[in-house]
């Protein structure tokens, strides 16, 4: 068996290079595409910082988890169908002078998603009230301290539980009168 030539970036020795070939392997297999990408890097950066593996780790998964973010986001934005690409920077306040752009950025921080206050947008054409919501998700809000864990769920989800046997005959939803057994 003979010992891989250093690049900088492969293991120099053959144990070395067989764990890292695991590795690459559990991370392909992880679908952790970004890190396995980025491992070498990483590990060179790890031994010339002389950082500790916690510290490689957290480095390798924390583009992972940016690049986890960032497909989340595009996958969001493309399901949305939002009519164009905006951003609020874009946003001409000079062609809508009515246009309250002190408000604009306080709806753009997206606080009323943590009070869940409804937001409606009313105008003549023209007025820029698809061009804003088009510009909100470019910058999502980030909660003040992300939870460490989610929340409990609850079984059966309330949408989904059965009807109360108390609450009578259910309606039937091609005949709104009739009711069903």
Request: aromatic content about 4%; overall charge positive; hydrophobic content about 35%.
């Amino acid at each position: 068996m003979s010992t891989p030539t250093s690049t900088g970036t492969e293991p120099h020795t053959p144990v070395q290079a067989s764990l890292y070939q695991q590795l690459r392997g559990h991370l392909a297999a992880l679908k952790l595409h970004t890190a396995a990408e980025h491992l070498p890097a990483v590990l060179d950066r790890a031994a010339t910082e002389k950082l500790s593996l916690t510290a490689a780790l957290e480095r390798l998964l924390a583009l992972e988890v940016e690049a986890t973010e960032a497909r989340r986001l595009a996958g969001r934005l493309r399901f949305a169908s939002l009519p164009t690409p905006a951003t609020l920077e874009e946003f001409d306040y000079d062609a809508q002078p009515a246009a309250d752009r002190a408000l604009i950025q306080e709806l753009a921080s997206c606080r009323y998603l943590e009070s869940a206050t409804n937001v409606l947008l009313i105008g003549p054409p023209g007025t820029g009230k698809t061009h804003w919501p088009s510009g909100w998700p470019a910058r999502p809000p980030r909660p003040a301290t992300a939870p460490t864990s989610p929340p409990p769920r609850t079984w059966p989800p309330a949408a989904t539980a059965p009807p109360s046997k108390d609450a009578g005959p259910t309606p039937c939803a091609s005949s709104p009168g009739r009711r069903c057994s």
